[in-house]
């Protein structure tokens, strides 16, 4: 895998902000975001492939990921996001420039389109979550996601100190470990995990979350504990005739399985929606040239 640097920004409130640029670095800009595990780089034959057709992906590092400095306690992590990631487009000089979201950050996808509708020409959710308005879809999630995100509903002051124990066992256990114990009963991700490209790209994208010495769980808890743990159905009003939304959904999704995606499609039939069979939440990983596909019609000059 091509070693990438980290390019550095101040932000408005003087914390260090890193963010990386993978493809080509002045292609056609498309905005990533990594999911909350940090996974900010991309196989290697989706990096060249990305470069070969002149697009450039630029990749925030969040608040207390890798070398970007935390924010306090007392300030919105959610908007901090939101703010960082504005200057980081701001930085790259994009004016426009569509989205590819990771799992529940897909949420913060729609909160960019919402603050700059200009500027974002469409949001392409691989394993894209909605909001979460049935106690049961939390009650049909594989046992990590359910651990995790219904602790963050149900017992919110809880969360902090279940998210430390499971950055914790993943240093003991390692990434590889840790992988199979969170999606084992989803075949097609633990697959496409021992990919040699994409494990290398796990891998090495996740140290910004996890590494010898740094552990993101404290911003890992900020983002789960924000806003996308409530109903924000109302948020998606305004888009509906306005944005571009393409789903990639794995039906072997261990935090959307079909009845819930299922349920997502009834309640949101607006958005379009693809799904695959033999993939799961990393659905990415498997299917990146269709994510390339997809977004050709939506990127700028």
Known sequence: MKEREFKSLLSADGRRLDYLVLGDPRGAPVLFLPLDYGLVR???PAEAEAERRGIR????????????????????????????????????????????????????GF???????????????????????????FERMEKWHRFILAGAKYTPHLLPFMVKAGFLLARKIGKRGFIHAVYGQCPA?????????????????????????????????????GRQKTDWSDDLIPLQDTLPVIFM???QDPQ??????????????????????????????RYWRDALDILAPYLGK
């Open 42 to 44: 991309w196989p290697a």
């Open 111 to 137: 909160q960019l389109a919402l603050e700059q509708p200009d500027r974002i020409t469409a949001l392409l959710g691989c394993a894209g979550v909605l909001p979460l308005t049935r106690r049961e879809q």
């Open 249 to 251: 959904n794995g039906l």
């Open 57 to 108: 992906v630029i990749v925030p590092v969040r608040a207390g990921y890798g070398l970007s400095d935390p924010v306090s306690k007392k300030v919105d992590y959610d908007a901090a996001l939101l703010a960082d990631t504005r200057q980081i487009l701001d930085a790259e000089n994009v004016t426009r420039c569509p989205i590819i979201s990771m799992g529940g950050d897909s949420y913060y």
């Open 256 to 285: 959307v399985p079909v009845e819930t995606l299922k349920e997502f499609q009834r309640d949101f039939d607006w958005i379009e929606y693809r799904e695959y069979e033999d993939a799961g939440q990393l659905v990415f990983f």
């Open 189 to 225: 991700d633990v697959e496409i995990f021992e990919n040699t490209d994409v494990f290398e790209a796990i891998v090495t994208g996740s140290e910004v979350a996890l590494s010898e010495d740094h552990s993101a769980h404290a911003a890992f808890s900020a983002q789960i504990l």
